[in-house]
Structure formats: structure tokens, C-alpha cells
């Protein structure tokens, strides 16, 4: 692309659009102003702004929001480059993107003429499901099907985290959400103490439940200790891992419990500022957070928290490389240690938890770190959120205690006897009807040689080919790491043509050497965690199931 960034003129609507964002020009140049320097972490909006007024990004919108933030014209390119859905090309206005990832292939998914094809959008249990934008004046985003299936569970005394969604309370009423408990809990945090609240999450052993299973207490008490000031929060729901939905749900449905949540998690750790992070296909989550945020105003006690929107980054489901989104910068992962709790966002100590693991701090203080701690088990305490889709007649998000079966939660979603379950999405392992009756803990899972992930459950049934599964994961780990670092860059590359030859049908003990050297590479050498687990399901279908025999 030959960049003529700063001669580049943008249009009246475009520099409306950008304006809006990072405020007005200072007088008759749109030369950075003073005030503007410090303002980089706008990049990102800034460019998506523009592409909503017009449909794209162009080099005049480019230019210009690189001039107003103080961002070199070549560094704004690698910005907007990185993301899948900036368009540096004029496209049409009106675009829909197709979900041809892992539970809508199961459902049929097609691409049309005219249609772009999309990996996962999280809404596996509407599959096939297509998300589609509209630029202009009014710009729209649309999640297609709009609506899914009711709440498989709905009416279940036993529902904690999907209690008020299982009740059909309002989501868009705050009146509503205090009638029905809201914010009690805030309430009761502050009365007990920061030091108290994170004494009470260290006794309930709450784990992350994002994947990493890390003890939220520890994370929240080694942020409050830090003395470098200020301290973030940031909510980390850029949910892209194929096959999850599971946090979009809580947002779209319970949006003010999440915002109650943050501001006890800002309110423990010292922090007076707090960021969602949401991915850009989430439209209606987009929607209710802004309003809940608008709306709990007064029961925030100055705590801000502002929502940013992501623009097509899996691996910006990486706490460091979320950072870097927010910060204006390619969402490419940092080098660990330092670690988030001392150096995070922007440099300070920052506490990041997923949307799941926020909504169970709220029952940890309604119940008490002690009694939260009585369901479960010994190592997984509490209650799990499981996305169900692929072959089951009741797809959806399902709540149960640590320590159900795999069998139990299939039986739930109304699964005949499957020939492969993928647990943990495209960065878990696929398991065979012989695991059926694990149980679904961390330590169970463990033992297996599985992993729960971020909650994922794809279900397989005997008309289910395994091989194009196979190939769409060595796909969307070629397309989606971020090339920082050589083994992941080029081994997610040589993981997907070792397996096309596979399917060509080259020799099988020759290709699977080649693929366990990868996979041991990536693990070993990768940056973060998207090299690390890039080789486990396609590894896991060929140990566990005998693909490829």
C-alpha cells in the first residue's frame, strides 16, 4: 500500500466522525494539539468511528486521526492493519459476515456472494449465525439471528450466576435490578472493607475462569498492595475462543450486575478507573453495557468505567496484548514477568477478570467465602458456565456445580451418544465417548490431559467429520496469531500444511512426527498463550480419536 498519510485529506464525514471521538481541532489546523499527546489509547476508536460513518478506513480518515493523536502515519497503519475488521480498502456499506468457524459448520453455514466469511461470532447456539454492519449517519450492527433460544435452564432454583436471567428480569431497567438485589452487594463490600472482601475471595478459592484458573483473591490482594499509582481493572470480554458465548449472555442479560461487579473489584484493589473490553460482534452487549453504565451512576461513588470496543483480535483475548489494544497500540503480547498486578495497563497495577468470574464475586459476598466454597469441589469451587452447541437438540449456556459429568450436561442439552466432544474450543482437546463420565473440574479435567477452557462444549454426533474440523482450527490459529514471535508465526503455518497433506493423503507417520515437533515447539517457545495451546486440539484428535490412523 503506498501510504500518503500526511497529505492524505479526510471527508467532512469522516472528520465528524473522528472528532467525535477525540474532541474538536484546535483552531483552523487539524494539527495535533497539546492537549492531544497524551491520547493514543483513542486510536482505536477514532478508527472505528470512522469506518462506521463510511464503511471503511481511509487513508484520509488515517491521516487524520493520526495527526490529531500525535501517532506517526506508519505506526497508525500497523494499528489499523492488525485488525480483521478495519477494511484499509473501500468496501460496501452494508456488509454481512458469515460464521463458517466450528458450531455453525456443523449447522450448514454457507458464505453468499457478497458476504465475507467470519471465524467465530459467539453466537454458536443461534448457528448458523452471521453478524452484518451498516455504515452512515445512524450506523447499525446487527447480530443475525437477533434472537436465540430461551435460556435451556430458565425456572431452575438452583441457577446462581443465571439467576436474574433465568427470572426474565429486565435488563435494560436499573429499578428493576435493585428490586431484585442489585447492588446490595457493593453495598456490603464497602461496608466490610477492601481487605475484608479479598479475604473473602481468598476463602472461597474462587479460580479464574477465563482458562488460566488463577486464584482471584491473590490477584486482587497483590494489586491492592502495589504502591505505584493509579490502579485499573480491567474485564477482559473479548470472548473470540470458538465456541464461547457464554459471557455475551451475561452482558446482554444482566448487564448491571457486571458494572456492580467492577466497581467491588475497583473499590478492593484502590482503583478509581475501570475498562470492559468488548469485542466488536457484540452489538446488543455493547448497547445494555453503555446503559448500565449510564444508569448506576449513583451508585458508583466517582468509580468510572468506561467501555472500549475491540475490532477482530482473538489474541487480544490475552490479558498484556488487551493492554496494548486499549493503548493504542497493535494488540500484540507482552513479555511476562513484569506481570499485570505490578505493570498493566499503562504501566500501573491493574486487576484483570473475565465477565464470568466478576458475576460469581458477587455470590462470594452474598454467600460468604466460606459457604461459596461448600459447592464444587476441593479444587473447583462453585458454580461453571458451560456453552453447549454442534450437535444437541437444546444448544445454549448451562450452569452446574463443579463435578457434574460430562455426561450429565450432555443429557441436559439433549445429546444422543457423540462420537467426539471438543472441549475448551479450538485452544482445548477434543475427548471420545470414553470420558463421558469425567467430571468437569479443573482437576479432573487436568488429570485427563484435557482443559475446560473458557467453558466450551462442541458436541460431535457419528455424521460429524472430524478432518475439515481439523483444518478450520490449524486455520484459525495461522489467521489469528499476531506474527510477534517466529514459533508461533510460522509453526501455525506449517501445523495447517502438514495436516492438508494429511488430508491429501501423504504418509501418516511421517506428518504426525512433523505435527508433534510443532506442537512441542510451540508450547515450549511461543510468546503467549495462543502459540501454546495452538497444536492441543488437532494433537488431542489424533491421540484420543485416531484421526489420521
Not at 471503511?56 to 487524520?64: K, M, N, P, R, T
Not at 496469531?481 to 488430508?503: D, F, H, K
Request: aromatic content about 6%; some cysteine.
Amino acid at each position: 500500500m503506498d501510504l500518503r498519510l500526511l497529505d492524505a485529506l479526510p471527508t467532512d464525514a469522516e472528520r465528524d466522525a473522528i472528532d467525535a471521538v477525540v474532541g474538536e481541532a484546535d483552531g483552523a489546523s487539524d494539527r495535533v494539539a497539546h492537549a492531544d499527546r497524551t491520547r493514543r489509547h483513542l486510536l482505536l476508536p477514532a478508527l472505528r468511528a470512522a469506518q462506521l460513518r463510511v464503511g471503511w478506513v481511509s487513508e484520509g480518515a488515517l491521516g487524520y486521526a493520526s495527526r490529531r493523536l500525535s501517532v506517526p502515519p506508519a505506526d497508525a497503519y500497523g494499528v489499523a492493519s492488525f485488525y480483521a475488521l478495519l477494511a484499509l480498502e473501500e468496501r460496501p456499506a452494508d456488509l454481512t459476515h458469515v460464521c463458517t468457524d466450528l458450531s455453525c459448520a456443523l449447522k450448514g453455514a454457507r458464505v453468499a456472494p457478497g458476504e465475507h466469511a467470519s471465524p467465530c461470532l459467539g453466537l454458536c447456539e443461534r448457528a448458523p449465525a452471521s453478524y452484518r454492519t451498516i455504515a452512515g449517519v445512524a450506523p447499525r450492527e446487527l447480530q443475525l439471528p437477533e434472537s436465540g433460544p430461551p435460556l435451556p435452564q430458565a425456572g431452575d432454583s438452583s441457577l446462581r450466576l443465571l439467576r436474574r436471567i433465568g427470572a426474565g428480569i429486565d435488563p435494560t431497567s436499573l429499578e428493576a435490578y435493585v428490586a431484585a438485589g442489585g447492588f446490595e452487594q457493593l453495598r456490603r463490600a464497602r461496608e466490610l472493607g477492601g481487605d475484608t472482601v479479598i479475604g473473602e475471595l481468598k476463602e472461597s478459592r474462587l479460580l479464574g475462569r477465563g482458562g488460566a484458573a488463577f486464584p482471584t483473591g491473590v490477584k486482587w490482594e497483590a494489586v491492592a498492595g502495589q504502591q505505584a499509582q493509579p490502579h485499573y481493572v480491567v474485564c477482559n470480554a473479548d470472548e473470540s475462543e470458538p465456541g464461547t458465548f457464554k459471557d455475551r449472555v451475561l452482558m446482554e442479560s444482566d448487564p448491571f450486575a457486571l458494572v456492580e461487579s467492577i466497581a467491588i473489584a475497583a473499590f478492593a484493589t484502590g482503583a478509581r478507573k475501570a475498562f470492559i473490553y468488548v469485542r466488536a460482534e457484540y452489538p446488543l452487549a455493547h448497547e445494555r453495557i453503555r446503559n448500565a453504565i449510564a444508569r448506576s451512576a449513583p451508585h458508583l461513588d466517582g468509580i468510572e468505567i468506561e467501555l472500549r470496543i475491540g475490532a477482530g483480535a482473538y489474541v487480544c483475548g490475552e490479558e498484556t496484548a488487551l493492554f496494548q489494544s486499549i493503548e493504542g497500540y497493535r494488540g500484540e503480547p507482552r513479555n511476562k514477568p513484569p506481570f499485570p498486578v505490578e505493570v498493566g495497563l499503562f504501566g500501573k497495577p491493574t486487576a484483570v477478570n473475565n465477565v464470568e468470574t466478576l458475576f460469581n464475586v458477587l455470590e462470594v459476598l452474598r454467600d460468604g467465602g466460606a459457604d461459596y466454597a461448600l459447592t464444587g469441589t476441593e479444587g473447583s469451587t462453585g458454580t461453571r458456565l458451560f456453552c453447549v452447541s454442534g450437535c444437541v437438540e437444546r444448544p445454549g449456556l448451562y450452569e452446574l456445580p463443579f463435578g457434574a459429568t460430562l455426561r450429565e450436561l450432555l443429557e441436559l442439552a439433549g445429546s444422543a451418544p457423540p462420537k467426539a466432544v471438543l472441549l475448551g474450543g479450538a485452544a482445548g482437546a477434543f475427548v471420545g465417548p470414553e470420558l463421558l463420565d469425567l467430571k468437569l473440574t479443573h482437576e479432573d479435567t487436568r488429570a485427563a490431559g484435557v482443559t475446560l477452557g473458557s467453558g466450551v462444549v462442541i458436541v460431535y454426533d457419528e455424521r460429524a467429520e472430524l478432518v475439515p474440523a481439523l483444518l478450520r482450527i490449524a486455520e484459525f490459529f495461522r489467521d489469528e496469531s499476531c506474527g510477534q514471535c517466529v514459533p508461533c508465526r510460522v509453526g501455525t503455518v506449517r501445523q495447517e500444511e502438514a495436516l492438508m497433506r494429511l488430508a491429501a493423503g501423504a504418509p501418516h507417520a511421517d506428518e504426525r512426527e512433523t505435527l508433534a515437533e510443532l506442537a512441542q515447539v510451540m508450547r515450549d517457545a511461543s510468546i503467549c498463550g495462543l502459540g501454546q495451546t495452538a497444536a492441543n486440539a488437532i494433537e488431542s484428535a489424533i491421540v484420543n480419536l485416531g484421526v489420521f490412523a
